[in-house]
């Protein structure tokens, strides 16, 4: 801010109002079309997607949460303070097997645990009511026993219906326990994917960020937005691609057995 304050000849005081203005438009504009709320169709086609890639059924999503490092916000105490003794607010996030972010929840204090905040989260409530349209319990396969869809996460936040954790005292696991549990860690790492992806395309996550809690808050939904804006498109443009290559193939195919005959 400080540069762009010397190179337009505005105060910063101003540079932080476009910002977080521009963030705010930004989050406005595309939250409705990359963070929609999803059907039972919706869910389904993301547990088949999860189950195709990581072989992981009725798997929903993959979530974790991602401390934001921040400068310590005036007369904050010790609420921001994490146990990595850094400042931080909390981006809490489910994803899908193509990397974008399917619920957010941005800015709960680095003092807490992901369980923690989860269980206060509106994502989190609406999941403990029944309120997020999940599918109800289905076979797996035919014949087998009905289970039901849930979320995958790792061992911060607590065993339910609707979300997954691995079993813990890796000494004394069987065999079955250790496959799901190698099973499930593979389907869960697609949260830390995106984190990574996330922090590789927008370098301001790879530093303490400077500014009010506020317009954190406002960079981190902009940031996230354009992730997920980018990765449908790239998604739109893969699977466009590859119709088209399917129909030169098929005109190929028609012109050699043309040529034959």
């Known amino acids: 801010m400080a540069s762009m304050s010397h190179q337009y000849s505005v105060s910063q005081t101003v540079v932080s109002q476009i910002i977080r203005e521009t963030c705010e438009v930004i989050w406005d504009a595309l939250y409705p079309l990359v963070l929609p709320l999803h059907t039972h169709k919706e869910w389904r086609e993301i547990a088949n997607e999860m189950n195709i ?46 990397y974008v972010f399917t619920y957010v929840d941005i800015g709960a204090y680095g003092r807490q645990s992901d369980g923690g905040v989860f ?21 797996i396969y035919e014949g087998s026993s009905k289970y039901p869809y849930a979320l995958v996460a790792d061992e911060a936040f607590p065993l339910s219906p609707y979300l997954m ?33 996330l922090a590789a395309q927008w370098r301001i996550y790879r530093k303490p960020i400077i500014g009010k809690v506020e317009t954190i808050e406002n960079i981190v939904k902009a940031t996230i937005t354009l992730h997920n804006w980018l990765r449908k498109k790239d998604i739109s443009n893969r699977e466009q691609s590859f119709i088209s290559a399917g129909m030169i193939d098929e005109e190929a195919n028609d012109g050699s057995i043309i040529e034959g005959n």
């Not at 146990?83 to 097997?97: E, G, H, Q, R, T």
């Not at 269980?119 to 009511?129: D, H």
């Not at 005292?169 to 799901?180: N, V």
Request: hydrophobic share 35%; glycine share 8%; with cysteine.
């Open 53 to 98: 890639k990581w072989q992981f059924p009725h798997c929903i999503g993959a979530m974790d949460g991602k401390h934001v490092i921040i400068q310590s916000p005036q007369h904050s105490g010790s609420a921001y303070y994490n146990y990595k003794k850094s400042f931080s607010i909390v981006l809490l996030a489910i994803c899908d097997a193509n």
């Open 119 to 139: 269980k206060n989260s509106l994502m989190g409530q609406k999941f403990a009511q029944g309120q997020m349209n999940v599918p109800p319990a289905e076979e």
């Open 165 to 197: 954790r691995p079993f813990s005292g890796r000494d004394r696991l069987s065999t079955e326990q250790k496959i799901f549990n190698y099973r499930l860690s593979r389907a869960r790492r697609t949260i830390e994917n995106v984190f990574g992806i």
